[in-house]
């Protein structure tokens, strides 16, 4: 299930310079995160985005939840 909706989540160098999106939107995965964070629900994203399903969402989160698994970080110092 996790697999098919980050199947959902695209990288296109054609589209928003390469960041992670839906479904190769111009909707960011951060855009959602951010809308999500600030409290806004799953209804009133989609009420605002029309474009978008509930499972563009849930691959949002499902994204961000396998990128907070990365092992390591590494820091560059300028």
């Not at 111009?26 to 474009?51: F, K, N, Q």
Request: contains cysteine.
């Amino acid at each position: 299930m996790k697999d098919k909706l980050l199947n959902r989540i695209t990288l296109n160098p054609e589209i928003c310079q390469g960041r992670p999106t839906i479904r190769n939107t111009r909707y960011t995965v951060d855009l959602i995160l951010d809308l999500l964070s600030a409290g806004m629900t799953t209804e009133e994203i989609l009420d605002d985005y029309p474009a978008l399903e509930k499972e563009d969402i849930n691959a949002c989160l499902a994204f961000a939840s396998k990128l907070s698994k990365v092992k390591t970080i590494h820091r560059i110092v300028a």
